[in-house]
């Protein structure tokens, strides 16, 4: 069966400020990257393209001028296509979707599906409202978000697109016609590039930044203050003292993080002249850091801690500070433990320090 595709760069890219699709992205344009994804199910790539585009062709096998809307522009594309078994419709501004979803859609329609769409799960609740008026919440158990590349039978899109009728995908106006519609899984990664911080979030091999944490804390003498270390308790021996729960563990990571991120260090974010945090548990301080990271399209890859006390012993609690902390931050936290040979306040065992470091990653 023969396969072409049509990729759609039309659009004037309003809301992102400028025609997104002919960014340069990790060395080609947007497009570019678009039209090789679709190559490798197709035997001819149409481009469609603003009328004011004046670049090379991206690699297409030809380019043709949009219309004032998205059906009509695919119409476009379509009718530049040489005679096919399936076609596949694709926007230029989802360059990260993978060679293997192109090929599902276009076996699910080699299987005798009318057209076949990626789609994924919503997370979020949906409402539907008139206004500002919420009237419904939706069942989100019943909805997808759906994305492109999109693949048709020829025949049953061109009749669709006949109509004349727009719509904001493909499947839409098959649907109307009473075509057999199907859902293949879809990917997460297949961003659409709508905003300016989804380019961030595309970029491949981006920016890794590294942060150095440290903390220290005198123990205590009350022995009903638990002592915490990397979120764990450490029975035996008398908490340490401080503003929080004084987890010096958690503490140097959450600097190291901050650190990374250019965003200070904890004592700024949770100053201990602020009584309404007195007592608040490290758990919720590394939770905070990590959704402040995360604005910033930034998360944590791995880090590493080293936590230095002459008592108690802390080899067996280890693993489960690490499995504590990797679960907070998602990603590896090994955690180490060291003495100081009996030198210096730590040595004596007048208190406890960590340092840590932090390896933070663009989110892509």
């Keep these: 069966m023969t396969t072409r595709a049509v990729v759609v760069a039309a659009g004037s890219g309003t809301r992102f400020g400028g025609q997104k699709q002919f960014l340069l992205l990790n060395g080609s344009t947007v497009a570019a990257q678009s039209v090789a994804l679709a190559r490798s199910v197709a035997d001819q790539v149409v481009l469609v393209v603003p009328a004011e585009y004046d670049g090379d062709g991206e690699g297409a096998d030809l380019v043709v001028t949009g219309g004032d809307s998205r059906s009509a522009s695919v119409r476009a594309g379509l009718a530049a296509l040489d005679p096919c078994d399936i076609v596949v419709i694709h926007d230029a501004a989802r360059p990260q979707a993978s060679t293997e979803l192109f090929h599902a859609v276009v076996a699910a329609v080699a299987g005798g599906a009318d057209a076949a769409i990626p789609g994924v799960a919503i997370s979020d609740t949906v409402k539907r409202v008139e206004g ?37 995908d493909d499947a839409a106006l098959v649907e109307r016609q009473g075509g057999h519609v199907v859902i293949v899984p879809g990917s997460y990664e297949n961003i659409k590039i709508t905003q300016r911080t989804d380019v961030l979030r595309l970029h491949q091999g981006g920016t890794m930044r590294i942060g150095h944490g440290y903390d220290v804390h005198r123990l205590g003498d009350d022995d009903t203050r ?4 990397g979120l764990v308790h450490v029975p035996g021996t008398p908490g340490l003292l401080g503003h929080s729960d004084a987890d010096v563990a958690t503490h140097a990571l959450c600097d190291a993080i901050l650190g990374a991120a250019g965003l200070g260090d904890l004592g700024r974010h949770f100053p201990d002249s602020d009584e309404s945090i007195r007592g608040i548990a490290s758990s919720e301080l590394v ?7 995360a604005e910033l399209s930034l998360r944590v890859a791995s880090a590493d801690i080293t936590i230095v006390a002459e008592r108690p012993k802390l080899s067996p609690f280890m693993p489960a500070m690490s499995r ?41």
């Design 132 to 168: 500002t008026r919420v009237v419904d919440t939706l069942n989100r158990d019943e909805l997808v978000a759906v994305q492109t590349p999109q693949a048709f039978r020829a025949d049953v899109l061109e009749r669709a697109h006949a109509s004349g009728d727009g719509a904001t």
């Design 226 to 229: 638990p002592l915490m270390l």
């Design 324 to 364: 504590a902390l990797s679960a907070v931050v998602g990603a590896p936290v090994s955690v180490k433990a060291t003495t100081t040979e009996g030198l210096d306040a730590i040595g004596r065992g007048e208190g406890i320090a960590a340092t840590a470091v932090v390896l933070l990653e663009e989110i892509r």
């Design 287 to 293: 939770t905070s850091v990590v959704g402040r990271v």
